[in-house]
């Protein structure tokens, strides 16, 4: 099955379900439904949610799962956090993000070519990737 577009195609506007129907027994219900916030989230940004609760949260894990460095992980976890309309502490994210530890491993991710510079300057700037 299909996923259920959450955007409308022309102008951007997030869509309203507005019809359900059970396969089993045929019966439809028409009006306007809530789709939840986690129906705003991109097929990418969905994807890192799952992946991120299967992780039981741990950024490590998250990190070796998909194969991202700590910064780039933190990234599109704030990046979800705001498409699901919350507000981040820019303070902490900045201060986490431009640690000496991660710093280094930025430095390593771009010698390994694990990322581009583009995205190193990118995730130096604070910016999802």
Avoid: W
């Avoid at 997030?14 to 986690?38: M, N, V, Y």
């Avoid at 949610?49 to 799962?65: H, N, P, S, Y």
């Avoid at 460095?69 to 599109?76: D, E, L, N």
């Amino acid at each position: 099955m299909n996923q259920s577009p959450t955007k409308c195609p022309i102008c951007g506007a997030i869509l309203t379900i507005t019809k359900l129907h059970c396969r089993a027994c045929d019966t439809t219900l028409e009006g306007q439904f809530a789709s939840g916030r986690l129906m705003q989230l991109s097929a990418d940004q969905l994807q890192f949610v799952e992946t991120f609760l299967q992780c039981e949260g741990k950024i490590k894990a998250v990190e070796g799962k998909l194969g991202l460095s700590y910064p780039t992980v933190r990234a599109r976890l704030r990046d979800v956090i705001r498409a699901l309309g919350f507000e981040t502490d820019e303070s902490m994210d900045d201060a986490e993000a431009f640690s000496e530890e991660n710093r280094r491993q930025l430095l390593d991710d771009l010698a390994a070519g694990r990322i581009t510079s583009e995205t190193a300057l990118a995730l130096l700037r604070g910016e999802a990737v």
